[in-house]
């Protein structure tokens, strides 16, 4: 027994001294497919070698790559938020393959195992830092705000070297340990610090760009380029001292690079351009329109092959420096309203800005079907086969294909339209601002009932003559003559329904703004299945009549995926490394499912999502904090753990071994003010004394000691 207690005060010692460094990450059963490598903006990429790299930006996020670019897999940073916010990784900069260095706007990083750990070196002495580079293995320079600092012990001590009053320092280069450069803007106009002797002193020069300066490059000791806002751009040949302002690129520059005095490339806000004489003239690449298509940094592998990041997960690279280049992500960045399958392997997405997404392989690889310039707001995809689908918009668009997706043809019907629905190849409806409209002939045309001004946001058929449409403000209807004439029902809410589905003739669900309701006698009467939910539930699709998924989240904050095993009875969050809202479900089969959402996010479980998940079954707000004492315990194999959070945050519960050693992380996500319950399943481990403790915005709240007997 005192070894017990012995091993167990260790254990909150442990804790206490350590559980910020640790590497803990929760376990998914859901994998990305949309957009990848990540649907995180990635701002900082730096290769070792033509094979090895990482990238790194949004949310901490860091990927990697050993194959020279054509895979990327994630590595966990656990870096905590800046002054409770966002936490973007900037720069990063490798010595060799298995040391290297990250920063964010307050913190430095560094891994000396080819990124599978990272630790904080430095923290909460620096703000805004931007740019970080080792020009060997001892010393190290970062800048950013008004400072430069300088390490000269691999980064576990650092000095600074001086503070520029009224200066923003966006970006720099190094020739070597005593030779480099920072530059920015002072008072808002373009300026340079250069030092010769290892930023023991700091000279400004002022290229006579009026604007900010975020980078520069050096061929050699004399050649160097500088590029900003609206495409400005100078070139020096006399080390900085004097600068010559050269043809505008015409749209912001981010990173700037060349591979001789003469060749060179520039990216950033919508163009990808290049210059073989000098910078006198640059040959323009249009990205296209809109923040997705902004790149932020870039790195080459020699003089021909580069790769470049930017705006939500975009990656370009070229191969011939720069005159041409092609996107190797894959997916969209565009929000995805819905997602329809015609089998395991053939599916369909559509979205905003005329998104319109088809794969051939179960959604391995997700290919781009508009070929035309749309930026309609598509709400609602189905394929009654492999060829013959229909898409509608807000506007009032129906657009229908027979060859697959490959071409379109277009119907106007004058009213906002969300939802199709078809019971047979040829007889389907869509619901829409006014009411329900039906086709008898596949879409060819649609007729319908008008019922005012009510916006119907779902529609779901039983068979060929029952079918139920729901919308704004709780509106129901109900038609039992395919839609020849519809009455309304009693829903018993105002909220607004998103979705319907019904699993038999009597039995079905509908989607809220915060919850589901759920009749058992063919809507004649609803009642709450679940309540208090932080966001709207967008969608939601049953297997069979005891197991189904609701999907929703709100935007890039948070996701809900929700899944019963029991008609409802109990409704439990599954787990994933994704923040973003989902609007669309699709089960197919008892395991497969896929979901997509807010920023061409697409997900699959083939597993059913896993057994762990979090139930929030109490509607009052906490008025603390509290991690309760599982029960059964002991326990074996399975217990619930209940806790309870006063205010919203990131919350995250870890599991240990009684040696301290991290386990599993069970929950890792924001979470609002509320009750909860989780289940965990111990089936994997050996009996013996384990640790569950509760952390909120990273501050451990406490730890309870439970055991496991098999």
């Known amino acids: 027994?005192?070894?017990?207690?012995?091993?167990?005060?260790?254990?909150?010692?442990?804790?206490?001294?350590?559980?910020?460094?640790?590497?803990?990450?929760?376990?998914?059963?859901?994998?990305?497919?949309?957009?990848?490598?990540?649907?995180?903006?990635?701002?900082?990429?730096?290769?070792?070698?033509?094979?090895t790299g990482y990238a790194g930006g949004v949310a901490g996020k860091m990927i990697k790559t050993t194959n020279g670019g054509i895979s990327w897999f994630n590595i966990p940073t656990n870096i905590q938020p800046y002054n409770g916010g966002s936490y973007f990784i900037m720069s990063i900069s490798f010595v060799d393959l298995d040391t290297g260095y990250a920063l964010t706007y307050d913190k430095i990083i560094k891994t000396t195992n080819a990124g599978n750990n990272w630790f904080t070196i430095d923290s909460g002495n620096y703000t805004y830092l931007r740019y970080i580079k080792f020009t060997d293995d001892n010393i190290g320079y970062a800048g950013g705000g008004n400072k430069i600092i300088k390490t000269t012990n691999c980064g576990y001590n650092w000095v600074t070297q001086t503070t520029?009053?009224?200066?923003?320092?966006?970006?720099?280069?190094?020739?070597?340990?005593?030779?480099?450069?920072?530059?920015?803007?002072?008072?808002?106009?373009?300026?340079?610090?250069?030092?010769?002797?290892?930023?023991?002193?700091?000279?400004?020069?002022?290229?006579?760009?009026?604007?900010?300066?975020?980078?520069?490059?050096?061929?050699?000791?004399?050649?160097?380029?500088?590029?900003?806002?609206?495409?400005?751009?100078?070139?020096?040949?006399?080390?900085?001292?004097?600068?010559?302002?050269?043809?505008?690129?015409?749209?912001?520059?981010?990173?700037?690079?060349?591979?001789?005095?003469?060749?060179?490339?520039?990216?950033?806000?919508?163009k990808f351009s290049k210059t073989t004489n000098s910078g006198d003239n640059w040959i323009f690449q249009i990205l296209g329109d809109g923040n997705?298509?902004?790149?932020?940094?870039?790195?080459?592998?020699?003089?021909?092959?580069?790769?470049?990041?930017?705006?939500?997960?975009?990656?370009?690279?070229?191969?011939?420096?720069?005159?041409?280049?092609?996107?190797?992500?894959?997916?969209?960045?565009?929000?995805?309203?819905?997602?329809?399958?015609?089998?395991?392997?053939?599916?369909?997405?559509?979205?905003?800005?005329?998104?319109?997404?088809?794969?051939?392989?179960?959604?391995?690889?997700?290919?781009?079907?508009?070929?035309?310039?749309?930026?309609?707001?598509?709400?609602?995809?189905?394929?009654?086969d492999s060829l013959n689908g229909l898409i509608c918009d807000w506007d009032g668009e129906v657009w229908k294909t027979i060859d697959g997706g490959l071409n379109w043809t277009v119907n106007y019907y004058g009213m906002g339209l969300f939802s199709i629905y078809f019971v047979n190849n040829l007889t389907g409806y869509i619901a829409g601002n006014g009411g329900v409209i039906k086709t008898t002939n596949?879409?060819?045309?649609?007729?319908?009932?008008?019922?005012?001004?009510?916006?119907?946001?779902?529609?779901?058929?039983?068979?060929?003559?029952?079918?139920?449409?729901?919308?704004?403000?709780?509106?129901?209807?109900?038609?039992?003559?395919?839609?020849?004439?519809?009455?309304?029902?009693n829903s018993g809410t105002t909220q607004t329904i998103n979705s319907l589905y019904f699993v038999n003739i009597n039995t079905g669900y509908a989607a809220l703004c915060n919850g589901i309701l759920k009749t058992t006698n063919a809507g004649n009467n609803w009642f709450l299945n679940l309540s208090n939910l932080p966001d709207c539930i967008r969608d939601i699709k049953f297997i069979n009549e005891n197991t189904g998924y609701a999907v929703g989240g709100q935007?890039?904050?948070?996701?809900?995926?929700?899944?019963?095993?029991?008609?409802?009875?109990?409704?439990y969050q599954q787990n994933t490394d994704i923040n973003r809202g989902l609007f669309s479900v699709y089960p197919i089969g008892n395991d497969t499912v896929y979901t997509a959402g807010w920023f061409g996010t697409i997900l699959k479980t083939t597993n059913g999502g896993g057994t762990i998940g979090i139930n929030n079954y109490q509607q009052n707000i906490p008025e603390d904090f509290n991690l309760y004492q599982n029960y059964p315990n002991p326990?074996?194999?399975?217990?619930?753990?209940?806790?309870?959070?006063?205010?919203?945050?990131?919350?995250?519960?870890?599991?240990?071994?009684?040696s301290g050693k991290l386990i599993q992380t069970l929950v890792n996500r924001k979470q609002n003010p509320g009750s909860y319950e989780i289940k965990f399943n111990g089936v994997n481990l050996p009996s013996g004394i384990y640790f569950y403790s509760l952390f909120i915005n990273g501050i451990m709240i406490n730890t309870k000691k439970f055991v496991l007997l098999k």
Request: hydrophobic residues 35%.
């Open 635 to 658: 326990f074996n194999q399975f217990t619930i753990i209940n806790y309870q959070c006063s205010i919203s945050g990131n919350v995250r519960i870890n599991i240990y071994d009684i």
């Open 555 to 571: 935007e890039e904050n948070y996701t809900t995926i929700l899944r019963t095993t029991n008609a409802g009875n109990n409704w």
């Open 164 to 270: 520029f009053a009224n200066t923003l320092i966006k970006s720099g280069y190094f020739i070597n340990s005593l030779t480099g450069y920072f530059t920015g803007s002072f008072y808002g106009s373009g300026m340079i610090l250069k030092t010769i002797n290892g930023g023991i002193n700091w000279t400004q020069y002022f290229p006579g760009i009026g604007v900010l300066l975020n980078t520069i490059y050096f061929v050699d000791d004399y050649t160097g380029f500088v590029a900003g806002e609206g495409g400005q751009n100078a070139r020096t040949t006399n080390g900085g001292i004097n600068w010559v302002i050269l043809s505008g690129i015409g749209s912001q520059v981010n990173y700037i690079k060349f591979i001789n005095p003469n060749t060179g490339i520039a990216v950033g806000k919508y």
């Open 442 to 489: 596949g879409g060819i045309n649609f007729v319908g009932q008008n019922v005012g001004s009510i916006e119907f946001y779902s529609v779901y058929f039983n068979n060929a003559n029952t079918g139920y449409s729901g919308g704004r403000y709780g509106n129901l209807m109900k038609t039992t003559n395919g839609g020849d004439n519809w009455i309304f029902l």
């Open 292 to 384: 997705e298509n902004q790149l932020y940094w870039g790195d080459f592998l020699d003089t021909n092959n580069s790769y470049f990041v930017g705006y939500m997960g975009l990656i370009i690279k070229t191969t011939n420096c720069g005159t041409n280049y092609i996107i190797t992500s894959s997916g969209t960045y565009k929000n995805l309203h819905s997602i329809h399958f015609v089998n395991s392997n053939l599916g369909y997405a559509t979205g905003g800005d005329g998104a319109i997404l088809r794969t051939n392989n179960g959604g391995f690889n997700w290919i781009s079907l508009n070929r035309t310039t749309a930026y309609n707001e598509f709400q609602s995809i189905f394929f009654v």
């Open 1 to 51: 027994m005192k070894n017990e207690i012995k091993n167990y005060i260790f254990f909150i010692f442990f804790l206490i001294l350590h559980i910020l460094c640790q590497n803990s990450f929760s376990q998914s059963n859901w994998i990305l497919q949309s957009p990848l490598p990540t649907s995180n903006t990635l701002f900082s990429v730096n290769f070792i070698n033509q094979y």
